[in-house]
């Protein structure tokens, strides 16, 4: 039946799509800044600091990757994904540093947690984007 209050939320929902359209441009426009700032401007990295940013660097992946596996699924909510993203970047680092200072080499603890998060948000995102339902085999 197509009765006012189902029409109504559709329509909510055809506006919800539109919302969250244009804030998948928005890494795309990041990427591309990142991208034109880095060939604008080349920086130089100590070698000493090179651990600390790959491993920055790793969990910065694994936050954006847990972004797009919940925008598929409707979970996307930015204020956690920013504040994930931060906190994740902050604590992967400061563990890297403590381990640095107490001559232990945590950073490889970080890359392998941080490396398996990537590999189950890969695959939970090829999985939504092919729809598996586990039921079937078919594509």
Known sequence: MNTPSARNENIEQKKRERRLGWWMLLP??????????????????????T??????????????????????????????????FLVNIIAAVLLTFMGYLLSLDLYLAVIVIFGARIF??????RKLL?????KSDSI
């Open 130 to 134: 092919l729809k598996f339902d586990g």
């Open 51 to 84: 651990t600390f940013f790959a491993v920055g660097i790793v969990a910065a992946f694994d936050s954006i990757l847990g972004g797009l596996k919940a925008v598929p699924k409707g979970t996307f909510r930015l204020r956690i994904f920013i504040s994930g």
């Open 120 to 125: 189950k948000n890969l695959a939970q995102i």
């Open 28 to 49: 795309v426009l990041a990427i591309a800044v990142g991208i034109a700032v880095g060939l604008w401007f080349p920086g130089y990295i100590a070698s000493e600091y």
